[in-house]
Antibody, heavy 121, light 110 residues
């Protein structure tokens, strides 16, 4: 069964770029949408954006100017880059696979365990 | 504040039935299917209900979902101690053009 594992630096300085990788194991990436979602105490769960296997993207408007999601198909990886971070970007970051028809009909299954990223100098 | 409104807490005794509500608007729940996730802090969130009422394989039939208008509910019957964790609703929002979540409900089994 498909498993997702996030990885990346746990500490990022303000104004720098947060870079995370999600490794997909136990299944194919094709035909699915791949999302990043974060959870912070002050905003709860927040969808960041997705990329489809055909490389269509859609980002949360509140983050769109700072976010890039990419697929690295040969490595079975999904990456997230968030530029110009501030302490408000401190959160647990999850990757998740979107399933079911068009994106608006999707559900997230499975999710990774998440990785905590702290933005601090 | 989250776009979808859930009660912050719910509780019940073993064997009881509890329901968790999720309230939205015409641009989200009123137009799209609702999914529910179970999240034990520190673990990967787990899909519990998709497309309003559907259970993934492996999810006990003690868990059920429903939707009416701009609200949805998760019901847990035959409450067990291992059900004590956090529950989130989620759906697509046409105004955001993306997914939105509820603030989460912490279920306590007394």
């Amino acid at each position: 069964q498909v498993q997702l594992q996030e990885s990346g630096p746990g500490l990022v300085k303000p104004s720098e770029t947060l870079s995370l990788t999600c490794t997909v194991s136990g299944g194919s990436m094709s035909s699915y949408y791949w999302s990043w979602i974060r959870q912070s105490p002050w905003k709860g769960l927040e969808w960041i954006g997705y990329m489809s296997y055909s490389e269509t993207t859609n980002y949360n408007p509140s983050l769109k100017s700072r976010v890039t999601i990419s697929l690295h198909k040969s490595k079975n990886e999904v990456s997230l880059k968030l530029t110009s971070v501030t302490p408000a970007d401190t959160a647990v970051y999850y990757c998740a696979r979107g399933r079911g028809g068009s994106p608006s009909d999707h559900w997230f299954d499975p999710w990774g365990q998440g990785t905590l990223v702290i933005v601090s100098s | 504040q989250s776009v979808l409104t859930q009660p912050p807490s719910a509780s019940g005794t073993p064997g009881q039935r509890v329901t968790i509500s999720c309230s939205g608007s015409s641009s989200n729940i009123g137009s799209h299917a609702v999914n529910w996730y179970q999240h034990l802090p520190g673990a990967a969130p787990k899909l519990l209900i998709f497309s309003n009422t559907q259970r993934p394989s492996g999810v006990p039939d003690r868990f059920s979902g429903s939707k009416s208008g701009t609200s949805a509910s998760l019901a847990i019957s035959g409450l067990r101690s291992e059900d004590e964790t956090d529950y989130y609703c989620a759906t697509w929002d046409d105004s955001l053009d993306g997914w939105v979540f509820g603030g989460g409900t912490k279920l306590t089994v007394l």
